[in-house]
């Protein structure tokens, strides 16, 4: 079995960071997952984005340690803050920051910008034209997939990033999302633009699969909707396969917690403290969902054979062996020395459930976004079953 290397730069934003089922608790070096004393000193945070998976949680974690928070965005997502939030609108796409200049021409400045869709390096170059000077610190969300080499375990942030073929500055979100085979690279790339511009007062956050409540890609909601219908489940490999992925919460409380400490640097924002297989992840997950449904493990070889796609149609997995038996063995330990902690897989599980429940019934009807079809699940089990007939 091998998978190609464009097929493990295409999980893209998607990479991991963990949640180990039944360890909710905190790490010695940072706050309890949610909690939401004041912070020992206020800062004034500027947040491009703000209303995505993990901004929300930014923001609400960010007013409830008393800081003061700006959000820059388009202003499509409009939400309810639990207190005052100063919006200001414009489009990165077409380089329209406008509202933040004229707030700069009158000698505005935040103590940290905190950079969640920086996925061109355009976006990069564009907002420090207008910041650079008027931001104490400057922290961008990269990825786990920015990283040349997923095929040797152990490795941390030191590790070599992957290159870009090509003009990074030409890429567009349009571009990217034509060809995501792309992502590694281009995050490589939006990692070098925010060192140039902002050095040792940038912070790199490298996430792996981001989940919980709001994410929109299904990635993880696959797997407690499936087992919540019951029946024959199909799971990869022998569930053995090291698994890594984070709570959108915990992500976006632990960057707060790093800008009040003044941390900078590149940190590979997943866990837990513990290993965590899919074996693991799976029978969690059903054991907050269901009784009913019946987990069949099938061969890597065979789902390869069947051209059943990890990621895909099996969300969250990648094997554990080959060209990606270190994307889910990445240290972790420079993260947990600064703080970050995780919530309990139940938690998550209980939480993507909520939110799901709530979603408009076409969205709920509507096939998810990410995991194997039903016909095609129910025809990889049976051939399975028959492979010695």
């Known amino acids: 079995m091998s998978i190609e290397r464009r097929d493990v730069l295409k999980l893209g934003a998607l990479a991991a960071a963990v949640t180990l089922a039944g360890a909710g608790r905190a790490q010695s070096s940072g706050a309890a997952p949610g909690e939401t004393r004041n912070a020992t000193r206020k800062l004034s945070i500027l947040i491009l984005g703000g209303t995505g998976l993990t901004g929300p949680h930014q923001v609400a974690y960010a007013l409830s340690r008393g800081h003061e928070v700006t959000i820059f965005n388009r202003g499509r997502k409009q939400r309810e803050w639990p207190g005052h939030v100063e919006q200001l609108l414009g489009d990165r796409d077409v380089n329209d920051y406008k ?24 976006w990069i170059r564009d907002a420090a034209a207008v910041l650079k000077g008027h931001v104490g610190g400057y922290m961008m969300v990269s990825s786990l997939s920015a990283y040349a080499d997923n095929a040797t375990p152990g490795q941390d942030e030191t590790a070599a990033l992957a290159t870009f073929d090509g003009d990074p500055m030409a890429e567009t979100m349009t571009s990217l999302r034509a060809d995501m085979g792309k992502f590694a690279g281009l995050k490589a790339a939006t990692e070098a633009e925010t060192l140039k511009h902002f050095g040792d007062a940038a912070t790199i956050i490298r996430p792996g699969l981001i989940v919980g409540p709001g994410d929109e890609t299904d990635r993880f909601t696959y797997w407690p909707m499936r087992f919540a219908k019951g029946g024959e489940v199909l799971c990869p490999g022998d569930g053995r396969d090291p698994i890594r992925y984070i ?24 866990g837990p403290d513990e290993a965590l297989d899919m074996a693991g992840l799976l029978y969690g997950i059903r054991a907050s969902t269901t009784a009913g449904a019946r987990l069949h493990w099938v061969p890597t070889e065979f789902l390869m054979a069947q051209e059943v796609s990890p990621w895909g149609d099996m969300p969250v997995w990648v094997p554990g062996q080959g060209e990606s038996a270190g994307f889910h063995t990445r240290s972790h330990a ?23 429940a709530a979603q408009p019934e076409e969205r709920r009807n509507a096939p998810l976004r990410a995991g194997i079809s039903a016909e095609r699940e129910a025809e990889v089990l049976a051939a399975w079953r028959n492979r010695a007939s």
Not at 334 to 356: I, M, P, Y
């Open 99 to 122: 509202s933040l200049a004229a707030e700069v021409a009158k000698g505005r400045r935040w103590d940290l910008c905190i950079d969640n869709p920086s996925s061109v390096p355009h």
């Open 247 to 270: 709570d959108s919460r915990d992500l976006g409380e632990w960057m707060v917690r790093v800008a009040e400490a003044g941390a900078t640097g590149a940190f590979n924002a997943f």
């Open 334 to 356: 420079k993260a947990v020395a600064a703080g970050l902690t995780f919530r309990s897989l139940a938690d998550t599980v209980e939480a993507t459930q909520a939110w799901f």
